[in-house]
T-cell receptor, first 115, second 114 residues
Framework: AQSVTQLGSHVSVSEGALVLLRCNYSSSVPPYLFWYVQYPNQGLQLLLKYTTGATLVKGINGFEAEFKKSETSFHLTKPSAHMSDAAEYFCAVRDASGGSYIPTFGRGTSLIVHP | GAGVSQTPSNKVTEKGKYVELRCDPISGHTALYWYRQSLGQGPEFLIYFQGTGAADDSGLPNDRFFAVRPEGSVSTLKIQRTERGDSAVYLC????????????FGEGSRLTVL
């Protein structure tokens, strides 16, 4: 069975500061890993994903995440926060192959950006 | 539009009533998922379709919940004898290739059971 833990239900940063949103997963098989973002009154949209290959993946809006197998982590970062980054962020995991095609989501982290 | 469409966007009903929520996926997407999101929680899996058939319905909480996708496109989530605990945002997502994992979500249907 898969599970996702997102540490911190809320993260608050100043505009221009580093953004770090934490995600740890549990999976019995090699995982695919995802970060989704949900802006107010909108559906979830994919920020970035790791499937195979390079462990540092870049996504939209300057975000990136690094898959660290030894730490079972997939933390999301952005060097400089912008006011428009304020949103809910969800980490998700699913089996890479031969297993379930159903992503399991974390509880989400609300990113607050203040001037 | 080109995205996933869900109707209604908001539904208020009384305890005990029957409710249908509709999802129109992206054209050509064979995989369709229903999730439920309660306040302060992440999306919780309900059911997954591959084509017309339910490939995995292990997330449906009880037999009051049922979903169909008769022609492999539009799906309807049906809830009988609604309870206050069913209040949540019901999310639909579709995927063109289930093996890549990327889901395209609709904006959700907010259900409130009074």
């Amino acid at each position: 069975a898969q599970s996702v833990t997102q540490l911190g239900s809320h993260v608050s940063v100043s505009e221009g500061a580093l953004v770090l949103l934490r995600c740890n997963y549990s999976s019995s098989v090699p995982p695919y890993l995802f970060w989704y973002v949900q802006y107010p009154n909108q559906g979830l949209q994919l920020l970035l994903k790791y499937t195979t290959g390079a462990t540092l993946v870049k996504g939209i809006n300057g975000f990136e995440a690094e898959f660290k197998k030894s730490e079972t982590s997939f933390h999301l970062t952005k060097p400089s926060a912008h006011m428009s980054d304020a949103a809910e962020y969800f980490c998700a995991v699913r089996d890479a192959s031969g297993g379930s095609y159903i992503p399991t989501f974390g509880r989400g982290t609300s990113l607050i950006v203040h001037p | 539009g080109a995205g996933v469409s869900q109707t209604p966007s908001n539904k208020v009903t009384e305890k005990g009533k029957y409710v249908e929520l509709r999802c129109d996926p992206i054209s050509g997407h064979t995989a369709l998922y229903w999730y439920r999101q309660s306040l302060g929680q992440g999306p919780e899996f309900l059911i997954y379709f591959q084509g017309t058939g339910a490939a995995d319905d292990s997330g449906l909480p009880n037999d009051r919940f049922f979903a169909v996708r008769p022609e492999g496109s539009v799906s309807t989530l049906k809830i009988q004898r609604t309870e206050r605990g069913d209040s949540a945002v019901y999310l639909c997502a579709s995927s063109g290739q289930a093996n890549t994992g990327e889901l395209f979500f609709g904006e959700g249907s907010r259900l409130t059971v009074l």
